[in-house]
């Protein structure tokens, strides 16, 4: 409630001036560090498909991302479904992952799209995966939706998130949504053809798309709240995290961005607010834009897809 105050006030500029000591008293210097805050980026993995790909297998694809995020010295949060785990290497990863401290969450087991009809029946699928996760230490009931959605109704939206509620589940809200999976589409499609192709024209891609959304994102944030706010990106594990990560992080962090553990941004004050756009689902920040009429008219839906980034892909030829 209070977040909706702020993000009221925020938008008819009473805050970041002198302006916000006199309404907010002894609670002004939180709000004016707030305004200049930079931006927080906590890293996101979903899914973990852990087929081999060209130039490295499943394991030695986790096995460079989880070194690239202790190199950098960040715990991530991993959103795993179900079917991707097998008897055998998935279990070893898991592990390595709850270990080294990096967030479990759950992600359904088949990784199905959820229209909004039969709730239950979608609930069942967060239960059916809720086991295959729930032994490792590091495991929360976090629960991330496939493709971000969340109902296309709002009977549908609104009865999930009480089942979800229910048992204990909060949303994992993406706030920095990518297609990083269509860049990695792309990349395994060329290796797969020439397996001595050039990496740097899709590296270059990749950190331009991650830079523009994440520029986008934090736009979205500023115009909401006033302030930046500690976001979360969602990337796939996938041969362009393993290969670029370490790349993305080093270029968020020269150009001002805070790299921040998960956990912490999931437990900031923005992840509690509740949308009620429709449909339901998409960057957090998007259905929150969403029900703004100053926002909403700018945003294209859905909010990220591989359709926006081919014909840029096409015109460099990778
Ligand atoms: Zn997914």
Not at 98 to 115: A, K, L, Q, R
Not at 153 to 170: I, K, S, V
Not at 210 to 235: P, V
Not at 243 to 267: C, N, P, T, V, Y
């Amino acid at each position: 409630m209070i977040l909706v105050m702020k993000s009221e006030l925020n938008r008819r500029g009473f805050l970041g001036g002198v302006g916000a000591a006199a309404i907010f008293g002894a609670n002004a210097g939180t709000l004016l560090a707030q305004s200049t805050m930079a931006p927080g980026l906590a890293i996101t993995i979903d899914d973990f498909d852990l087929a081999n790909s060209p130039l490295m297998s499943g394991e030695v694809r986790d096995a460079a991302i989880r070194e690239c995020l202790k190199r950098h010295g960040v715990q991530a949060a991993g959103f795993v479904s179900g079917k991707f785990i097998d008897p055998e290497l998935a279990p070893r990863i898991l592990r390595g992952w709850s270990d080294e401290g990096h967030v479990i969450g759950n992600h359904t087991f088949s990784h199905t799209y959820f229209s909004g009809s039969d709730p239950a029946g979608f609930m069942e699928d967060v239960l059916v995966c809720e086991p295959l996760l729930s032994g490792y230490a590091s495991f929360q009931k976090l629960f991330r939706f496939p493709y971000l959605a969340e109902g296309r109704t709002a009977e549908g939206r609104d009865t999930m998130r009480g089942l979800l509620a229910g048992h204990g589940y909060r949303n994992a809200h993406v706030t920095i949504d990518t297609s990083d999976w269509f860049v990695d589409n792309r990349l395994r499609a060329r290796l797969k053809d020439d397996l001595g192709a050039d990496l740097a024209p899709y590296r270059q891609f990749y950190l331009d798309h991650l830079w523009e959304r994440a520029s986008y994102y934090d736009g979205l944030a500023n115009a909401l709240f006033g302030h930046s706010i500690n976001h979360t990106i969602l990337l796939h594990h996938r041969l362009t995290t393993a290969l670029f990560l370490s790349d993305a992080i080093q270029m968020f962090r020269e150009r001002g961005w805070r790299i921040i553990d998960a956990d912490k941004a999931f437990r900031s004050a923005e992840f509690e607010l509740v949308p009620q756009a429709l449909p339901a689902g998409q960057s957090l920040l998007w259905a929150l834009a969403r029900t703004d009429p100053q926002l909403a008219t700018g945003l294209r839906y859905p909010g990220e897809d591989g359709k926006y980034e081919a014909p840029k892909m096409d015109a460099l030829g990778i």
